[in-house]
T-cell receptor, first 109, second 113 residues
Framework: KQEVTQIPAALSVPEGENLVLNCSFT??????LQWFRQDPGKGLTSLLL?????REQTSGRLNASLDKSSGRSTLYIAASQPGDSATYLC????????FGKGTRLHILP | NAGVTQTPKFQVLKTGQSMTLQCAQD?????MYWYRQDPGMGLRLIYY???????DKGEVPNGYNVSRLNKREFSLRLESAAPSQTSVYFC????????????FGSGTRLTVV
């Protein structure tokens, strides 16, 4: 059974810093790995999708990597801004999508 | 805008009442899913439909039923609501099961009193 773990559960950093969010999964036979953002009281917004044949994806200040052999993915956020404050969810996808419990990120102005 | 539409956005039910949550997608996706999100528990899969005409149980199916009405629509029914079903419910779709990422609706916030 696929399990997805995200560390840390919460993170506060000063504005402008670069940061890394970590995600690990137990079953390396995933089709792809997807990162989402969720603002309080809102739905999920897809940030990046890494397919199993890829090692990383980039969108603006975000870069996500995938290492299937070690069961790990990271989300790198460059030059953080207060608007980046949200919960970030990692999800492993095989025949279903299994979510981690998320990292609550707070960027301090 | 293309995407996943859920109705209603908010609902309050009394214990024992029934209701149906509606979900529709206009992206021609084959697979659709229902999740619930609770504090400290994360997102948990209730039911999914890999393709039109099929439905399967997820992690927490008890107390729910689903109908894949057609390729676009996937509804979730609570036959006799219980306070334990107070949650935020999300519908999602994907082009194929496991492929090309998932798109989520904005959620239904359900309170059972």
């Amino acid at each position: 059974k696929q399990e997805v773990t995200q560390i840390p559960a919460a993170l506060s950093v000063p504005e402008g810093e670069n940061l890394v969010l970590n995600c690990s999964f137990t079953d390396s036979a995933i089709y792809n790995l997807q990162w989402f953002r969720q603002d309080p009281g809102k739905g999920l917004t897809s940030l990046l999708l890494i397919q199993s044949s890829q090692r990383e994806q980039t969108s603006g200040r975000l870069n996500a990597s995938l290492d299937k052999s070690s069961g790990r993915s990271t989300l790198y956020i460059a030059a953080s801004q207060p608007g980046d404050s949200a919960t970030y969810l990692c999800a492993g996808v095989d025949d279903k999508i299994i979510f981690g419990k998320g990292t609550r990120l707070h960027i301090l102005p | 805008n293309a995407g996943v539409t859920q109705t209603p956005k908010f609902q309050v039910l009394k214990t024992g009442q029934s209701m149906t949550l509606q979900c529709a997608q206009d992206m021609n996706h084959n697979s659709m899913y229902w999740y619930r999100q609770d504090p400290g528990m994360g997102l948990r899969l209730i039911y999914y439909s890999a393709s039109e005409g099929t439905t399967d149980k997820g992690e927490v199916p008890n107390g729910y039923n689903v109908s894949r009405l057609n390729k676009r629509e996937f509804s979730l029914r609570l036959e006799s609501a219980a306070p334990s079903q107070t949650s935020v419910y999300f519908c999602a779709s994907s082009a194929t099961q496991g492929g090309y990422g998932y798109t989520f609706g904005s959620g239904t916030r359900l309170t059972v009193v």
